[in-house]
């Protein structure tokens, strides 16, 4: 059996900022978050859901919802929040979601030469 060390492993987590951020009941805007990687279950379970089977576009907030780990000071992240973010940034989340998600995606881990400081670039620009 191999054992891999932290420093090997994929990163599986990846921080963003959206272009315009959701504001919450109080008026607090939240924009830096974070997405997990999909299992998956998060690509099985919402089709179970009974609001994408009448709604087949709902699936797409529910994957949203359930990958997203943290959206400012909000983790976990509940779908009544995906719900209620701006077109662009749900769009935004959207392809995020495809870019970390497909196998080739554009996303891919380095390192600062200088601090070590571990980070994800965007290849496609």
Aim: hydrophobic share 45%.
């Amino acid at each position: 059996m191999v054992v891999a060390d932290a420093a090997s492993l994929p990163r599986t987590e990846i921080e963003f900022t959206l272009p315009l951020g959701f504001v919450d009941e109080t008026g607090r805007v939240h924009r830096d978050g974070a997405m997990r990687l999909a299992t998956a279950l998060d690509e099985v379970q919402p089709r179970a859901d009974p609001r994408v089977i009448a709604n087949q576009a709902y699936v797409s907030i529910l994957l949203i919802g359930r990958v997203l780990t943290r959206l400012g000071s909000i983790s976990p992240v509940p779908v009544h929040v995906v719900e209620r973010l701006f077109s662009a940034d749900f769009a935004y989340l959207q392809d995020l979601y495809m870019r970390v998600n497909e196998v080739g995606g554009t996303l891919a881990e380095t390192e600062c030469p200088s601090c070590g400081t571990r980070f994800a670039i965007d290849t496609a620009g």
